[in-house]
């Protein structure tokens, strides 16, 4: 898994049957320091994440199996809303915090 803030969502009106009704976001993802990286990638997201939140993001063929169907032509999927990540007790990210 990897942690990535979310930038905003994508919309395709013309797509893969089997990926009607799957909700895609625009994901940046982010390194140990908290710091943005510039990767970008779209995911699928089923917990209902908001824009600039950090997420958990499973990627690859164990993406597919989470929302129930190894048939969508998935490689990242948003599996989780980060609430605090914490490296060497130094708080890198709070949602409270975020918020306030």
């Not at 994901?27 to 997420?55: K, M, R």
């Amino acid at each position: 898994m990897q942690i990535a803030k979310v930038r905003g969502t994508v919309v395709s009106t013309h797509k893969a049957p089997s990926m009607t009704g799957v909700k895609l976001l625009m994901l940046q993802f982010i390194d140990e320091d908290g710091e943005l990286l510039p990767q970008y990638e779209v995911a699928a997201d089923i917990v209902g994440a908001g824009i600039d939140e950090w997420v958990l993001v499973s990627r690859g063929s164990a993406a597919r199996f989470d929302i129930g169907s190894e048939h969508r032509p998935l490689d990242a999927l948003v599996v989780g809303i980060i609430d605090t990540v914490t490296v060497e007790n130094r708080t890198l990210y709070s949602k409270k915090e975020q918020y306030r």
